[in-house]
């Protein structure tokens, strides 16, 4: 693994009446919902770090801390962006940011751990014969 400080990722969507709050179940209102925020900043941290990964490695997230400080009705294109700003071991910290079309819209930070896929998947999938 060699993921270097400063590696960056963007991921963008489009708001539909499916990403809203109102289809999330996370609010009553027809806008950019928080979950799909947190999910788009994930994946502008994931593209950030894939191509730097070997092969059978990936990362999965552990942690956020954020704000959706901005709605973004249906319609309008929004994106996120994502920056390495330590890495100890396997352990990978972000600064993430969500923008739409008027400007920031939320941010934070972001932790992911880089993983084994199949060893994961296995100790997932060993949780149903327990």
């Known amino acids: ?18 990403n809203t709050a109102q289809a999330a179940g996370s609010g009553l209102v ?3 919902a928080t979950p799909w925020m947190v999910a788009l900043m994930e994946n502008a941290a994931v593209q950030a770090v894939q191509s730097a990964l070997a092969p059978g490695e990936g990362t999965v997230g552990t942690r956020l801390d954020v ?3 901005a709605a973004t009705p249906v319609g309008m ?11 100890e071991g396997r ?8 923008f739409d ?8 930070t972001h932790e992911r751990f880089v993983i084994q896929t199949d060893k994961f998947l296995a100790r997932a999938q060993a949780k149903l014969g327990k």
């Open 30 to 32: 027809p806008v950019f």
């Open 1 to 18: 693994m060699s993921i270097e400080i400063g590696r960056r990722g963007r991921a963008e969507a489009v708001v539909t009446p499916e």
């Open 67 to 69: 704000t959706h400080d």
């Open 101 to 108: 079309e008027a400007g920031k819209i939320g941010g934070g």
């Open 91 to 98: 352990k990978l910290t972000f600064a993430v940011s969500a």
């Open 77 to 87: 294109r929004v994106w996120a962006e994502a920056e390495v700003t330590a890495v």
